[in-house]
């Protein structure tokens, strides 16, 4: 069973993380919270080098406001993490997400060395439909042929 699962939150949204808190707990599903980069009154002095706004602007079509900076260098410090503790396959969740029984299934039952990368929610995926592989229940993995500015969930 996948243990490796990473509760993104800032430190006082506790009452917005509550309810995927408590439905983890209850699907028996071991979970670890890490505090985000909190970008809503500006970002942290130490992290403004870390962030590329020309780039951004150029990529987006416009400004990124410094809580989706905090939020993207959140997602890279989970990351960084991950490799320096060696870990193959991890879930990172945002405080916000609903836990559907399809997650539940798929965290107790896939086989994860298949993949690299599982996108578990997306907003404009380009996929390649004729390279499909059922993976239990009504779960279908396609293979990604871009990675869409979003998502829910990364294995």
Known sequence: MLTNVFVLSLEDAIERRKRLVDDLRKNDIAHELCWAVDGRSGLPTDTEARVDRAQALHTMGRPMSDAEFGCALSHQDIYREIIKRGIDHAVILEDDAIIA???????????????????????????????????????????????PPLTTGLL
Request: net charge negative.
């Open 101 to 147: 029984p399809g997650f539940v299934d798929l965290v107790r039952n896939f086989a994860l060395e298949d993949y690299d990368l599982l996108l578990l929610d997306h907003w404009r995926a380009q996929v390649d439909r004729w390279r499909k592989k059922d993976v239990g229940g009504e779960i279908t993995a396609y293979r990604a042929l871009n990675i």
